[in-house]
T-cell receptor, first 117, second 113 residues
């Protein structure tokens, strides 16, 4: 049962254009979402997160949008750069009413982003 | 210089042998996690530990064992009972309650021959 899904295995974008990576989830208890970037043979690095009380969070070139009714989030990268080429994972956790959790994250399968010069 | 270290980067073992992967963190994080990544798949949780001397099974714990005797260390043993042990293993840590952001080590590539 895949509770977090990234339905696009890969995405190819021209340098300078916008990259949009999508993620869907099924568990309505999820209330905190994260995006990670991963290079081959390295550990993932944290990019940006969003709480369910927000619908948008921005950090430099990276913006995450959350649509709770559709159980959908997306990561926008503007402008895209060749160094952004990597695998992007979305992840979700259920923190609950008190804002605490066991810290467990459920990850999607990842999307390979390729940014062409 | 805070972070998570995993050693070794590459590990080769013969089939039927147990092998222990090291994970150390100096971030003073309470919780630690082990994941496995296979080609074309996401990260799957093997075991996690929220405090010292306590750990819980994740989604794919069969064939693995862990210990958490110190806050800084969370070694993973891949036993001979694990049917398909060749994979990329990732360790992470976090402090649940303040943030669920997990920080990852560089990973260990285990190949069983």
């Amino acid at each position: 049962d895949q509770q977090v899904k990234q339905n696009s295995p890969s995405l190819s974008v021209q340098e300078g254009r916008i990259s949009i990576l999508n993620c869907d989830y099924t568990n309505s208890m999820f209330d905190y979402f994260l995006w990670y970037k991963k290079y081959p043979a390295e550990g993932p690095t944290f990019l940006i997160s969003i709480s369910s009380i927000k619908d948008k969070n921005e950090d430099g070139r990276f913006t995450v949008f959350l649509n709770k009714s559709a159980k959908h989030l997306s990561l926008h990268i503007v402008p895209s750069q060749p160094g952004d080429s990597a695998v992007y994972f979305c992840a979700a956790s259920a923190r609950g009413l008190r804002g605490t959790s066991y810290g467990k994250l459920t990850f999607g399968q990842g999307t390979i982003l390729t940014v062409h010069p | 210089d805070g972070g998570i270290t995993q050693s070794p980067k590459y590990l080769f073992r013969k089939e039927g042998q147990n092998v222990t992967l090291s994970c150390e963190q100096n971030l003073n994080h309470d919780a630690m996690y082990w994941y496995r990544q296979d080609p074309g798949q996401g990260l799957r949780l093997i075991y996690y530990s929220q405090i010292v001397n306590d750990f819980q099974k994740g989604d794919i714990a069969e064939g693995y064992s862990v210990s958490r005797e110190k806050k800084e260390s969370f070694p993973l043993t891949v036993t001979s009972a694990q049917k398909n042990p060749t994979a990329f293993y990732l360790c992470a840590s976090s402090t649940p309650g303040s943030t669920d952001t997990q920080y990852f080590g560089p990973g260990t590539r285990l190949t069983v021959l």
